[in-house]
């Protein structure tokens, strides 16, 4: 049997292969991969020049620019208590670590495909209800090495990336936004990033299936 080299330190945790342990939970930091382009969702305080205005929201080759971790949080004006796994079908929020705004989106048209745009929105982590995401995914859990789709859980688009690129200041970076039809643009997998070890929850679950 393989041995998974593991890291727990002051209840964040990495691990390569971890099956059992390895499921995506409140408080972790993370980097996302849209696996069709292979570029990271990425945020920077550059705002879109038409549509809301808002911060721009972009996808990125580079494996290493900060400015594309993101934390993950419970839905509009509720707790998600740190280490807690998240479900799949359950909705949650995208917090731009170094902008402190959310993950958004709304009836504005993206600048390139004329997609539905997606924008960072808020103050220190608070903006409104349409930022709000929901995980879609197989099995019980969101897990780190499995495809997920993100689907806005107002307007129902999927976050999705489909190859437009962008032009200065923000040239080569490409557009993200959000699609009505599922495609294989939607998917996305966690990447580098600090995650929360898992509670109790699941050794508990696993307790009683053993019943």
Known sequence: MAVVPLLLLGGLWSAVGASNLAVVTCG???????????????????????????QSVTGVTSVDDSNSYWRIRGKTATVCERG??????????LTHVNTGRNLHSHH??????????????????????????TVLCNGPYWVRDGEVRFKHSSTEVLLSVTGE?????????????????????????????????????LKTEAHHAEL
């Open 165 to 201: 690129q962008y032009g200065r200041p923000i040239s080569g970076q490409k557009e993200v936004h959000g699609m009505a039809q599922p495609s294989q643009n939607n998917y996305w997998k966690t990447m580098e990033g600090i995650f929360m070890k898992p509670t109790e929850l």
């Open 84 to 93: 807690t796994p998240i479900r799949c079908g359950q909705p949650i929020r």
């Open 108 to 133: 504005f048209t993206s600048p390139l495909s004329g997609n539905q745009e997606v924008s960072a929105f808020g103050e220190e982590g608070e903006g409104d209800y349409l930022d709000d995401w």
């Open 28 to 54: 972790s930091v993370v980097k996302l991969l849209n696996t069709r382009h292979n570029v990271r969702l990425h945020s920077h305080d550059v705002r879109y020049g038409s549509g809301s205005g808002q």
